[in-house]
């Protein structure tokens, strides 16, 4: 095994939290499920949802892509077992997807982030778990893999609709980059985002 793979299989970060126990690692096997279900859940209803089966197919090529790319989740160990999925003792939150190369990340029809840069996408968290703090604990597990793995930056793109999420990088230490024009964007039928950047100590 690589050092690299060996960075990425290994990590894991915990929290003790309010609700119970967080677990932010590598997805494996059975993470497939849950993962593809919140995914899509998160992003129905804007230009970036997908069915459930293609959420399913982009969390089962993310297994693969190690060390090049992982999908990070977060499981949550409840003291609340009213807060469980039937038969389970975790329930996955969230979700961060990381991608090492170009390889591993989609095409982009505007704002490319750089080709060999750490690239940042799809954070998800539950809808019953928002605003606990969780997509802070993802963002900052997510930093702490790409120092690991060497990278002295964090690329990523926000949706300028989006100003939760926009307000969260920025005050997670993100800068702008570039932006889209909105009016060009509409014309060319794609979400207007900007591109962000987090230099790391």
């Known amino acids: 095994m690589s050092e690299a ?35 899509t859940r998160a992003f129905a209803g804007s230009l970036q949802g997908v069915p459930l089966q293609d959420g399913r197919q982009y969390c089962e090529d993310s297994l693969r892509q190690p060390p090049q790319g992982v999908l990070l989740v977060a499981r949550l160990h409840p003291e609340d077992a009213s807060l469980l999925p039937p038969g389970q003792s975790s329930r996955l939150i969230a979700t961060t997807g990381l991608s090492f190369c170009r390889t591993t990340r989609e095409q982009f ?8 840069e750490a690239y940042l996408a799809n954070m998800a968290v ?17 930093e702490a893999l790409v120092a690991a793995r060497g990278f002295t930056a964090i690329w ?16 997670s230490g993100y800068v702008v980059e570039q932006q889209d024009n909105a009016l060009l964007a509409k014309v060319r039928g794609i979400t207007p985002r900007a591109l962000m950047r987090k230099q790391l100590q």
């Open 5 to 39: 793979a060996a960075v990425v299989q290994e990590f894991s970060v915990q929290h003790e939290l309010p609700l119970g126990r967080l677990t932010i690692r590598p997805a494996q096997p059975e993470d497939v499920g849950p993962a593809s279900v919140l995914l």
């Open 156 to 171: 990523l793109h926000a949706r300028l609709a989006d100003a939760a999420a926009q307000q969260l990088y920025l005050s």
């Open 109 to 116: 029809p505007t704002l490319q982030p750089p080709d060999e």
């Open 126 to 142: 539950d809808a019953k778990l928002r605003r606990q703090g969780h997509a802070r604990l993802m963002l900052a597990a997510a």
